[in-house]
């Protein structure tokens, strides 16, 4: 299957500072991505839809000007936490779609990136 | 609103044995896909199976194969000879066939007993 390369796995970082995480498809092109958020022992909630090229589209409660997606390339969405808070800590996750392929509806995901905000 | 329902928050399963895990859907779309992604404690999403709307037969990929019931809108996770490693947590997923994000049940915790 196709393959979505996530980084970094694990951040720490004190309270104000900013988080980027990057998604890269590694071997398609993906003009959409998706990032999600995942509390322990609960299921995953997407956060936005990122689109190359435009903007990303959330989804209704998360505040765009906190989480900040970019995807400037067919192959890279990036998230940034801005001022990150304790509150953020969470596991994020992206996913990519490979559309020009035979599996063209499964969505692959990165391997996560699980933030601690101290 | 898709809505996808996952009733058992925990399941045990005698490992070489085969274990059912339940998924009901929701949609008014006609066209949509049903998806189980299995998440280790490492946290990755692993996709295991698809089941398209549209798809006259159950999807079957390996020991996984898909229950599909369009009339009872279940898609249930059927996996056999089940091993060790099969412990994980299991989530059932829909998308619509526009926007392509997926919705997700609240999943199931899969331990398999020596």
């Known amino acids: 299957g196709a393959v979505v390369s996530q980084h970094p796995s694990w951040v720490i970082c004190k309270s104000g500072t900013s988080v980027k995480i990057e998604c890269r498809s590694l071997d398609f092109q993906a003009t959409t991505m998706f990032w999600y958020r995942q509390f322990p022992k609960q299921s995953l909630m997407l956060m936005a839809t990122s689109n190359e090229g435009s903007k990303a589209t959330y989804e209704q409660g998360v505040e765009k000007d906190k989480f900040l997606i970019n995807h400037a390339s067919l192959t890279l969405s990036t998230l940034t936490v801005t001022s990150a808070h304790p509150e953020d800590s969470s596991f994020y996750i992206c996913?990519?779609?490979?559309?020009?392929?035979?599996?063209?509806?499964?969505?692959?995901f990165g391997a996560g990136t699980r933030l601690s905000v101290l | 609103a898709q809505k996808i329902t996952q009733t058992q928050p925990g399941m045990f399963v005698q490992e070489k044995e085969a274990v059912t895990l339940d998924c009901t859907y929701d949609t008014s779309d006609p066209s949509y896909g049903l998806f189980w992604y299995k998440q280790p404690s490492s946290g990755e999403m692993i996709f295991l199976i698809y089941q398209g709307s549209y798809d006259q037969q159950n999807a079957t990929e390996g020991r996984y194969s898909l229950n599909f019931q369009k009339a009872r809108k279940s898609a249930n996770l059927v996996i056999s000879a089940s091993q060790l490693g099969d412990s994980a947590m299991y989530f059932c997923a829909m998308t619509d066939n526009q926007g392509g994000k997926l919705i997700f049940g609240q999943g199931t915790e899969l331990s398999v007993k020596p």
């Open positions: 996913s990519a779609r490979d559309i020009t392929g035979l599996a063209k509806n499964i969505q692959y």
